[in-house]
Structures are given as structure tokens and as C-alpha cells.
């Protein structure tokens, strides 16, 4: 079975300073992870995706994200946070390519101080 | 159109009474899934469509729990005897899956049918 954890339910940061979002998961398969990002009264919006390309992916909205498979790990990093990024980012796993059965985690809320 | 629409947006029912969720998925997209997100907590995956077949239903709760899609489009979710715990936001969303090509595919999310079962 597959899970993922993320540290943190509220994460606060002041504008333009580092983001960071963690995002550990549990896969007995090699995993196929993803970033999405939920503002208010919108639907679940794609961020990045890891599907075994290339450890560094970058998204929209000058997010990255890593994998790394020693610490079974895929946090979501973005150098200068913007008042506009604050939304619930959602991390999730999956045993398939494409977007089908996945696992998410609970939630980081993000807020953005001025 | 131009994205998944999903219909109402808001339900409140009773305790009891069967509810039906509707989704208008992108067009062309063959993939469709059901979702259910409950506050405070991650989408929790219900079921998925490809064209007119459920592909996997293992995440339907319980068999008050039922989804239809019989022309590879427009899907129904039904629920019967609704129960205060079904209360949550249900969302739907789309993806055009290419053999082979999995990798390429973005699942497209609606905006949710937030149901309240009182």
C-alpha cells in the first residue's frame, strides 16, 4: 500500500522568502509523485510531477521539487514565496503513469506574510 | 467545455435521501475519476472510469456508493441513504489517457459538489 505523509499542516513565511514543503512517502513500487495546488473555491490545479525522468523537476509558478530515493522523500521548494502562492498544497503518490488512484497526503496550508 | 464542470456545487439533503453528483468531464478525455475530500483531509480516491467501464472501484466506501458513466462521458455518482458521514466535498476530474503514454497525462480536477448531509 501506499502513503504519504506531510510535515506540517500550516506552514507561515514572509514574502519572498524560502518555501519549503515536506512531502515523505511510503511506495513498495517505484513511485510516480506529483504537487498540486488548491486555492479557495478551486479545483486541485497540477503543479509538478515525478514520473523517474529526472530527479529535479521544475513547475509552474517557480516551484521545483526533488526525489529523493534514499530518504524517501519529495518536498516542494520555491526560492521568493509571492503573496499569491498562499493556497493548500496537496502531495501524492501513485503506482501508475498516469493520474489514476492517487494517494494524497493531508494538506500544507500556506500562508504568506507581507 | 472548457474544464471539468461538476454539478450542483453545493447539495444539502437530508439524512436518509439518495443524492446524484453530476460530472461533465473535458471533452475527448476517455479517463474520469471520483474523488471525495472531507475537511481538514486529502482527496481520498473513490473510483475510475475508463470510457464507459469502472477500471477500479475499490475506494467506494460501502455499496450505498455507486457511479455510472454509461456513454463514456458525463458521469453519475449515486448515493443512497445518505448518512451524516458522507458529508465532504466531492470532486471529479478528467485525463486524456494515451496508451503507452501514460506519463504525459495531467488529471484535471474540477471544482468539487460540496455535499452536506443534515
Known amino acids: 500500500a501506499q502513503s504519504v505523509t506531510q510535515l506540517g499542516s500550516h506552514v507561515s513565511v514572509s514574502e519572498g522568502a524560502l518555501v519549503l514543503l515536506r512531502c515523505n512517502y511510503s511506495?513498495?513500487?517505484?513511485?510516480?509523485l506529483f504537487w498540486y495546488v488548491q486555492y479557495p473555491n478551486q479545483g486541485l490545479q497540477l503543479l509538478l510531477k515525478?514520473?523517474?525522468?529526472?530527479?529535479l523537476v521544475k513547475g509552474i509558478n517557480g516551484f521545483e521539487a526533488e526525489f529523493k530515493k534514499s530518504e524517501t522523500s519529495f518536498h516542494l521548494t520555491k526560492p521568493s514565496a509571492h503573496m499569491s502562492d498562499a493556497a493548500e498544497y496537496f502531495c501524492?503518490?501513485?503506482?501508475?503513469?498516469?493520474?489514476?488512484?492517487?494517494?494524497f497526503g493531508q494538506g500544507t496550508r500556506l500562508t504568506i506574510n507581507p | 467545455g472548457a474544464g471539468v464542470s461538476q454539478t450542483p456545487s453545493n447539495k444539502v439533503t437530508e439524512k436518509g435521501k439518495y443524492v446524484e453528483l453530476r460530472c461533465d468531464p473535458i471533452s475527448g478525455h476517455t479517463a474520469l475519476y471520483w474523488y471525495r475530500q472531507s475537511l481538514g483531509q486529502g482527496p481520498e480516491f473513490l473510483i475510475y472510469?475508463?470510457?464507459?467501464?469502472?477500471?477500479?472501484d475499490s475506494g467506494l466506501p460501502n455499496d450505498r456508493f455507486f457511479a455510472v458513466r454509461p456513454e463514456g462521458s458525463v458521469s453519475t455518482l449515486k448515493i443512497q441513504r445518505t448518512e451524516r458521514g458522507d458529508s465532504a466535498v466531492y470532486l471529479c476530474?478528467?485525463?486524456?489517457?494515451?496508451?503507452?503514454?501514460?506519463?504525459?497525462?495531467?488529471?484535471?480536477f474540477g471544482q468539487g459538489t460540496r455535499l452536506t448531509v443534515v
Open positions: 501524492a503518490v501513485s503506482d501508475q503513469e498516469g493520474a489514476q488512484k492517487l494517494v
Open positions: 515525478y514520473t523517474s525522468a529526472a530527479t
Open positions: 472510469f475508463q470510457g464507459t467501464g469502472a477500471a477500479d
Open positions: 476530474a478528467s485525463s486524456l489517457t494515451l496508451l503507452g503514454q501514460g506519463a504525459q497525462t495531467e488529471a484535471f
Open positions: 511506495s513498495s513500487v517505484p513511485p510516480y
